[in-house]
């Protein structure tokens, strides 16, 4: 098994930045891949960017491509989401997943709230 935890989240205008970090412990070894997905009321949940071991394989939604960056330390097995020039189209529960050859596993989510 392999536990996520997310922090960063949080109250921010529009315009501003936050990061996202998250943490991965257990069987972390069966990873190859992480990413960050959010899901905004009434939206089904999107993935908004993805990193991938041993590989170039970083994907970007079209939707925060040259505002939002992931990158990772995996000397602490932490992947960070830094989110710039952030809009109120945002908004969103930000969730951390991780897996091998698909996502499968979660963290709780972490709330990111733009206001105009």
């Known amino acids: 098994q392999v536990q996520l935890v997310e922090s960063g989240g949080g109250l921010v205008q529009a315009g501003g930045s936050l990061r996202l970090s998250c943490t991965a412990s257990?069987?972390?070894?069966?990873?190859?891949?992480m990413g960050w997905f959010r899901q905004a009321p009434g939206k089904e949940r999107e993935l908004v960017a993805r990193t991938m071991w041993g590989s170039n394989g970083t994907y970007y939604a079209d939707s925060v491509k040259g505002r939002f960056t992931i990158s990772r330390d995996n000397a602490k097995n932490t992947v960070y989401l830094q989110m710039n020039s952030l809009k109120p189209e945002d908004t969103a529960v930000y969730y951390c997943?991780?897996?091998?050859?698909?996502?499968?596993?979660w963290g709780q989510g972490t709330q990111v709230a733009v206001s105009s």
């Open positions: 257990g069987r972390t070894f069966s990873m190859n891949r």
């Open positions: 997943a991780a897996g091998e050859v698909t996502f499968r596993y």
